[in-house]
């Protein structure tokens, strides 16, 4: 079945969506599930402190240095660096699967967060060490859950699904796989804790939220793989899911970074099927040498580390100020409302349509635009979707290309 050339499953998802954010709006269920869960998950908080202050009595560098950079290691920048090399190194479906995985839990914690709005340990009097820019970043963020849990549990766990299906398995190499990836979770659990950067209630439910994300990845991930290869309008349902999944998006108690990293990411895995539509035959197919072999010795992936990095942080440059320019005139065309909390100096705090749509006779687009609610929307959020997009797909599209042409 399908509605006007769109596969029936996808109508029926987009529409769904569509009726959870008129629901939602209409019943103000983020205000009321806060209402319920965050005095709970406060006292919980609270009732921990002692618990953080005795675990951080053993407090050395050596420990202070290790949970930080074990933190780093599982961290989202991490990853962001991660997954292109693993593209670049022959390994295109595990490199999918895990940037669609990482955008699907960045959505899930992300919002979990916002809707209870719960805080971090209180500092002081826990001692909270934020040893990098991207910590401190994560300090402004709510709670629960642990996003550095719930990422640990799902990449990790992924990662050692993909190597037990694709490599020798019997008991012993089992038994090994699970041992790391519980010690892995163990570490980057307590040292969250030791770090004062989390309670045992964030950890726990970070835990707990990933393992349930994991067990349901594990059911459709070659439902989705095969979407994205072979799917009927994969890259318009992706842009329409990821225009919906921000009006999805819960407002928090107060503002927080967790929005952007949530735009950032679904841009980036939009940006990154989008190449790999137009370019899965010649570049991400299963078929394609790994990095070790005869066609890609070790000499060659470091020159595809190099011209990649160098491709896609230029394509990132470009998109951005190409997006700076271009949807704020688009806006004013269609008579959008807009602002800029950050990237646009000119549209900070001011409302662009009003000087430029009052008085005017409307053409048809700006009365469909009508329709809508009249509040300013973020441009800001728009350039960054656009920036990481483009981002994505120098990644799957234009860097293959280029290794292509110098024989990479």
Known sequence: MEAAGMPFWQALTLSSIVGWVLASSAFDLTRRVRALMQPWVTRRVIVDTPWILRLQRIQHRFLDNMFSVMS????????????????????????RQMILLLAFCDFIGNSIKDVVSAPRPSSPPVRRVTATKDEKENAMEYGLPSSHALNTVCLSGYLLHYALTHGVQNGVTVAVGFALVFTLVMIIGIGRIYLGMHSLIDVVSGISF????????????????????????????????????????????????????????????????????QTYFHFHHEGVPRIFSPQIPLLVFLGRMLVGISTILMVKFCSKAIAKWLLPVMCNTLGIPIVSSCYVPALRGSDSSKSKSDGKQLGYLQKVIAFFPRKAYDVDTGIRFLQYAGLGWSVTDLAPSLFSHLNL
């Open 72 to 95: 780093c290691v599982v961290s989202v920048p991490f990853y962001t660096g991660f997954i292109p090399l693993l593209f670049w190194s022959g390994h295109s479906k595990l490199a």
């Open 210 to 277: 990933g393992l349930v994300i994991l067990a349901f990845w594990l059911t459709i991930h070659e439902y989705v793989d095969d979407f994205i290869i072979s799917g009927q309008n994969v890259t318009s349902f992706l842009a329409s899911l990821s225009l919906l999944l921000c009006f999805a998006y819960p407002t928090p108690e107060f503002p927080t970074p967790s929005f952007e990293y949530h735009t950032a990411f679904v841009g980036a895995a939009f940006g990154i099927v989008s190449g790999i539509r």
